[in-house]
């Protein structure tokens, strides 16, 4: 009935649809800008507060109710009493606010009760193993390094006996108190020792011997720089000083030496030639003394001076003190020109007598002299009186006398930071630490290390470190002690009590 035909296809082409794509028109718009600004606000500065309380305990609690159910009357006078001395006290409280009495006191609540502690003991076993005392101990100018000198202080007798000088350098690594870090062999007794100012490698020393020697330490195969030796110009007696004195060319330093032979030398160092140079030479002589009216001195025995002790001033480079072994003190000039009343000997300069000024003599050998870093008139000395003399250059008399030991006293020094303080080494083992800002005449700390009946023969105040002090004895050790604020800062009105002191009148 059906069957399938197949037709061609018509296409028709709308014309609707071309109408409208003639008529379309293109259009646009825009907004207006938009405008926007961001604004911050911050609080300046926030405070945060809050209150608890706190609870109470039980017994405090029953104080309280107790306390107010008590109801008895006050006592009798009690309240006339008080009413009576309030414009009196009122008073006084308004003329301690206004007073200055105190202005510049410093409190300090730190509890002082152990003013010195002992860091190290340095031993050199060779050297005890012999007997040899120490002699002499001196810090570096680094601070780091402390140089020992041992020999003897009951040998009055000539001898040969060999000794040495030690250093040990604190700051070292794997420090052994036992070992030092360099030992210097010396044919006989080390007296006298002194590191220079500049140099920490050159340490000058004096010996028994009459001879003077500057210690290079850098060089390990030869350490001698330079030495005196025995001539015309070198001590004969033994060397008991050696310091570094400033030469004329700025940045050089000479030696000065003291003997027993009353004879003060000036060398300078020629290091290219390994000797020394006499520079300046004086002579004491006991009819070239001046003698003030209090000296009552009495010229007896031999006609020159031995010295003992000697000590630089540190306020005028002309000026150096001088005490002899029949104890006088006296002030000399090393800018004098009178001609020393002594034979000559074949010297290559001409002996001069220093001596400008004589202090009242003491009764035994002055065996140390320290003139103050913090005033110009100021030193100290001491000997076998057992006694530490305070004294002006002004003046004859001592200002102060002190008494430290029963003994003697070996050495005498000034704090280099604290200008009322100083420091002496006894006889008895003790070095004792004196305050003269304190009203007790006390030691304000005294250090003791060992037998006390080894005696401390030397010490040195550190002056890079001034809380470190270095103690010689007898017995050949070294003690490193450590000194607590109180002993070395300085307060607000030590220099004016200096000055108080030195304007006094001796008696």
């Not at 008080?82 to 509890?111: C, M, P, T, Y």
């Not at 007794?189 to 003077?212: F, K, R």
């Amino acid at each position: 009935m059906f069957t399938d035909e197949v037709l061609d296809s018509v296409s028709v082409q709308s014309l609707w649809r071309k109408s409208q794509q003639a008529a379309q028109e293109s259009k646009g718009c825009q907004t207006r800008a938009v405008h926007s600004a961001e604004a911050v606000v911050q609080t300046v500065s926030t405070t945060i507060s809050s209150t608890q309380t706190e609870p109470q305990d039980q017994e405090t609690e029953q104080l309280l109710l107790l306390l107010q159910k008590r109801d008895e009357p006050e006592p009798p006078g009690l309240r006339d009493f008080l009413q009576h001395v309030e414009g009196l006290v009122i008073r006084e409280l308004v003329k301690n606010a206004k007073s200055h009495a105190f202005d510049g006191l410093l409190v300090n609540w730190k509890d002082y009760s152990q003013r010195v502690s002992c860091l190290h003991c340095l031993q050199h076993p060779s050297a005890q193993e012999r007997g040899l005392h120490v002699t002499s101990v001196s810090w570096s100018c680094t601070g780091s390094v402390i140089a020992c000198a041992y020999g003897r202080i009951d040998d009055g007798d000539w001898s040969t006996e060999r000794s040495c000088v030690c250093t040990w350098n604190l700051n070292r690594r794997g420090l052994h108190t036992k070992q030092a870090d360099l030992v210097i062999d010396v044919p006989t007794a080390v007296t006298a020792l002194c590191c220079h100012p500049n140099q920490p490698a050159l340490i000058a020393g004096g010996l028994y011997s009459g001879e003077v020697v500057v210690w290079d330490t850098s060089r390990t195969q030869d350490p001698i720089l330079a030495q005196t030796g025995m001539s015309a110009d070198s001590h004969r007696e033994p060397v008991y000083q050696v310091a570094w004195v400033p030469l004329q060319r700025k940045g050089e330093f000479g030696v000065l030496s003291a003997s027993s032979g009353g004879r003060v030398l000036l060398w300078t160092v020629d290091s290219d030639q390994g000797r020394f140079v006499l520079n300046a030479a004086y002579a004491l002589v006991r009819q070239q003394v001046p003698h003030s009216s209090s000296a009552r001195f009495k010229a007896c025995g031999s006609n020159t001076v031995g010295v003992t002790s000697l000590a630089l001033s540190p306020w005028d480079p002309d000026t150096f003190l001088v005490g002899s072994e029949g104890g006088l003190l006296l002030r000399c000039s090393f800018s004098s020109q009178t001609p020393a009343a002594v034979p000559s000997e074949g010297q290559s300069v001409t002996l001069r007598a220093p001596a400008v000024f004589s202090f009242r003599p003491r009764s035994g050998p002055v065996h140390s002299i320290h003139c103050s870093p913090f005033h110009r008139n100021l030193f100290v000395s001491a000997g076998t009186d057992g006694q530490v003399h305070l004294h002006s250059l002004l003046q004859p008399n001592p200002l102060v006398s002190l008494r430290v030991s029963d003994s003697y006293v070996f050495q005498v020094q000034w704090s280099p930071t604290r200008p009322l303080v100083f420091a002496a080494a006894t006889g008895q083992g003790k070095v004792q630490i004196f305050d003269l800002g304190r009203r007790s005449p006390k030691a304000a700390a005294t250090i003791v290390q060992g037998d006390a009946g080894q005696a401390a023969t030397c010490f040195d105040f550190n002056c890079q470190n001034p809380h470190l002090l270095a103690v010689g004895k007898t017995d050949g050790t070294v003690g490193i002690w450590q000194l607590s604020t109180d002993l070395t800062e300085q307060s607000s009105r030590e220099s004016s009590q200096l000055e108080q002191i030195a304007n006094q009148v001796a008696e």
